[in-house]
């Protein structure tokens, strides 16, 4: 799997949009770009994925560039409920899941 | 969508018991599902595939002896932690795919959290 970076931490505020980065620069042309995000004490879910188009489902955006070597996750209301730790990983279908530090997302009233 | 159980959701053992833990896809069926222990403030670490109808396939450094699985039914997988110590104290977690014989998206269970005395 190719690795990923993510920042350590980042906060946010309530009801604004959380841009969360990851970059990606040695994705293989088979791996595709997964999020997933895990509340404390439970656990993790998935969000989103994408090849190199964006995405866009209920829970985010997905935002890969043309070179496919980052990302931007986006949560476009952020509530509270959104405060976790989010991981992005690359990987292709059959792989395994395999989780990085991943960013802790604070959402501040 | 799809949920994944897992069973007890927290339990408290003597050093020296052993504990099984158990991971159902309620809905769904799973030849394959993956164990994960997480210690605090860190990130999940993969442990085992479970193989309905196999033996497990372990990550490296992971005790096959210490920590037992079984996947008897395609929608039960059971981790069985043996002689468990204070060290093996953590949060387990399973997981089974969203589509059979892939293994990207992933259904999680909400855990369980083994403190061993």
């Known amino acids: 799997d190719a690795k990923t970076t993510q920042p350590t931490s980042m906060d946010c505020a309530e009801g604004r949009a959380a841009n969360l980065p990851c970059n990606h620069s040695?994705?293989?042309?088979?791996?595709?770009v997964y999020w997933y995000r895990q509340i404390h004490s439970q656990g993790p879910q998935y969000i989103i994925h994408g090849l190199k188009n964006n995405e866009t489902n209920e829970m985010a955006s997905l935002i890969i560039t043309e070179d496919r070597k980052s990302s931007t996750l986006i949560l476009p209301h952020a509530t509270l409920r959104d405060t976790a730790v989010y991981y992005c990983?690359?990987?292709?279908?059959?792989?395994?899941?395999?989780f990085g530090p991943g960013t802790s997302l604070s959402v501040i009233p | 969508g799809a949920v994944v159980s897992q069973h007890p959701s927290w339990v408290i053992c003597k050093s020296g018991t052993s504990v099984k833990i158990e991971c159902r896809s309620l809905d769904f069926q799973a030849t394959t599902m993956f164990w994960y222990r997480q210690f605090p403030k860190q990130s999940l670490m993969l442990m085992a595939t479970s193989n309905e109808g196999s033996k497990a396939t372990y990550e490296q450094g992971v005790e096959k002896d210490k920590f037992l699985i079984n996947h008897a039914s395609l929608t039960l997988s059971t981790l069985t932690v043996t002689s468990a110590h204070p060290e093996d104290s953590s949060f387990y977690i399973c997981?089974?795919?969203?589509?059979?014989?892939?293994?990207?998206?992933?259904?999680f269970g909400p855990g369980t959290r083994l403190t061993v005395l």
């Open positions: 990983i690359a990987l292709a279908v059959y792989d395994k899941v395999i």
């Open positions: 997981s089974a795919p969203e589509v059979a014989g892939r293994s990207d998206t992933q259904y």
């Open positions: 040695t994705i293989s042309g088979n791996e595709y």
